[in-house]
């Protein structure tokens, strides 16, 4: 049996339906990423002697900016497809994809010296809610990877068979990655700078 | 979105995401110097959070607007944000709650319990 409506709209929400499936789970993860935002405000301003642990502001302001930059190289990459230019794609994706793997190194520096530093989830309520905001936002990188790395690799063959559906495929998952860019933009001064 | 969308209008939507990263990228380092700032001038937290959550808001709605194009989007998609909106809300209205509860009622006896436990 075919998917119905992969590329063109569905008639009563005007969308494919991949585009309002994404839209759902973003929603969805709103509401994880806010259920942690708000716990951490909880715990923070009930505790007036809440431990203020020197965070690797550098680090952190580099991968800022490696995510930002990796946002733009996926909306590059979707525009190259919007264009029939699936070299444009490919070029803007696997930057995407280095890029991403550029985060988590970082990522595993900052926490290979937090741990050398003796500073572990367990240590305390700060670095509780640090390990836990950071790493399942880290969890979020590595899955968007995954699926980046199955459309460069084998889900490219879709381009030939069906372009417009892999185009909104790639469109969906840059809607995803904006998503892990967003959060990152709020983790980053509430965690490292505050 | 996109379908019908020319070349020439997609090379000037490229041009834009230039732009709006470029933007991203100032307000990062802006965010990185008011910390310093409020270290420096001792400025007060409530201060200090409050520019940072507003350069913060800022620059998700570059992202969300443009990146995102929520600028332009269909009804159904601003329908399922109000109604996000409207959750995370009410969830990041919780911990003002928990506090109008402790304030009003129960300070010592929290402090009790606390002593309890630890």
Request: proline content about 4%; glycine content about 8%; aromatic content about 14%.
């Amino acid at each position: 049996m075919e998917i119905p409506y992969t590329v063109e709209p569905r008639p009563d929400t005007g969308l494919y339906n991949a585009k309002l499936g994404i839209w759902l789970f973003l929603a969805s993860e709103v509401m994880l990423f806010g259920a942690l935002f708000s716990s951490y405000i909880l715990l923070r301003t009930g505790n007036p002697n809440w431990v203020h642990h020197e965070m690797n502001v550098p680090m952190a302001t580099l991968n800022t900016m490696i995510l930002i930059s990796s946002s733009v190289t996926v909306v590059l990459a979707w525009a190259g497809l919007r264009l029939k230019n699936f070299a444009q794609f490919r070029k803007f994706g696997i930057l995407t994809f280095l890029l991403a793997c550029g985060f988590m190194v970082v990522k595993g520096f900052e926490y290979s010296a937090e741990f050398s530093a003796g500073l572990f989830p367990w240590t305390d309520n700060t670095m509780a809610v640090y390990f836990t905001m950071t790493g399942l936002h880290g969890l979020h990188v590595l899955g968007g990877m995954v699926v980046l790395g199955y459309f460069l690799g084998p889900g490219a063959k879709m381009w030939g068979s069906n372009p417009e559906r892999f185009t909104n495929r790639i469109e969906t998952f840059g809607l995803y990655w904006h998503f892990v860019d967003l959060v990152w933009i709020f983790l980053f001064p509430s965690l490292y700078l505050l | 979105m996109g379908g019908h969308d020319t070349p020439e209008a997609i090379h000037a939507e490229t041009r834009r995401y230039i732009v709006v990263f470029a933007a991203l990228a100032a307000l990062t380092v802006l965010t990185v110097a008011v910390s310093y700032l409020h270290l420096y001038l001792d400025m007060a937290m409530g201060v200090a959070v409050l520019l940072a959550m507003v350069i913060a808001s800022v620059k998700a709605a570059l992202v969300a607007g443009y990146f995102m194009h929520l600028l332009n989007e269909r009804k159904t998609i601003y329908a399922i944000l109000a109604l996000t909106i409207f959750f995370f809300s009410l969830v990041m209205i919780l911990p003002a709650g928990a506090f109008a509860d402790h304030n009003g009622t129960s300070t010592e006896v929290a402090h009790e319990g606390a002593g309890e436990h630890n």
